[in-house]
């Protein structure tokens, strides 16, 4: 059965530093997102992507956030300079022609 | 506005019974729902969805319930199995095209062998 992959599955990075996360969406999903989750809390929405254009974002996804879907299986998360709240897990998710939303194993990402 | 939340935090059942676990929403606009279950070090995993025009639907042991009139969601395991330890969560898919998904804070559910 087809299954997102993220990579790496852990990301260690000084405060300041450039990350970047990789996501492979299932492959004839269309819209693609990624979310956050601060350890013990819920699930956050960071951005939707469709079309190669984002089409929703959270008032976390600031300016230092960006994604790009730089070829036609890779989907990335970029932090420009890291604060050491971001350190979470990461999620990214595809989505199918009924709507429901998969996830990958998700990316953690401590900021020392 | 849009709130998605859980009425319990941790559920502790016996091997065999059956859990219920709930989820109120505010938004009665609302028309499509999703549980998913996560379990330690790991992702969410789709378990299973229902739309407004249903009130019930049924996947293999579990059952999602849907009371619009409420506001009131709910995901029924049966026979619980230890394999069945995790934190569930429901998401509300919001009205907008892009579909981001707003999740609930999770309940933790224990099964004693």
């Known amino acids: 059965e087809p299954e997102v992959t993220q990579t790496p599955s852990h990301q260690v990075t000084q405060m300041g530093q450039e990350v970047i996360l990789r996501c492979v969406p299932i492959?004839?999903?269309?819209?693609f997102y990624w979310y956050r989750q601060i350890l013990g809390q819920k699930v956050e929405f960071l951005v939707s992507?469709?079309?190669?254009?984002?089409?929703?974002k959270s008032e976390i996804f600031d300016d230092q956030f960006s994604v790009e879907r730089p070829d036609g299986s890779n989907f990335t998360l970029k932090i420009r300079s890291t604060k050491l709240e971001d350190s979470a897990m990461y999620f990214c998710?595809?989505?199918?022609?009924?709507?429901?939303?998969?996830f990958g194993p998700g990316t953690r990402l401590t900021v020392l | 506005g849009e709130n998605v939340g859980l009425h319990l935090p941790t559920l502790s059942v016996q091997e065999g019974d059956n859990s219920i676990i709930n989820c109120a929403y505010s938004?009665?606009?609302?028309?499509?729902f999703i549980w998913y279950k996560q379990e330690s070090g790991k992702g969410p995993q789709f378990i299973i969805d229902?739309?407004?025009?249903?009130d019930k639907r049924q996947g293999q042991r579990v059952t999602v319930l849907l009371n619009k009139t409420v506001k009131h969601l709910s995901l029924q395991i049966a026979a619980t199995q230890p394999g069945d330890s995790a934190v569930y969560f429901c998401?509300?898919?919001?009205?907008?095209?892009?579909?981001?998904?707003?999740f609930g804070q999770g309940t933790e559910l224990s099964v004693k062998p």
């Open positions: 998710a595809s989505r199918d022609e009924n709507l429901r939303q998969f």
């Open positions: 492959s004839n999903h269309l819209y």
């Open positions: 992507f469709y079309n190669n254009e984002i089409s929703e």
């Open positions: 938004n009665s606009a609302s028309d499509y």
């Open positions: 229902i739309r407004s025009n249903m």
């Open positions: 998401a509300e898919i919001s009205g907008n095209q892009g579909g981001k998904l707003i």
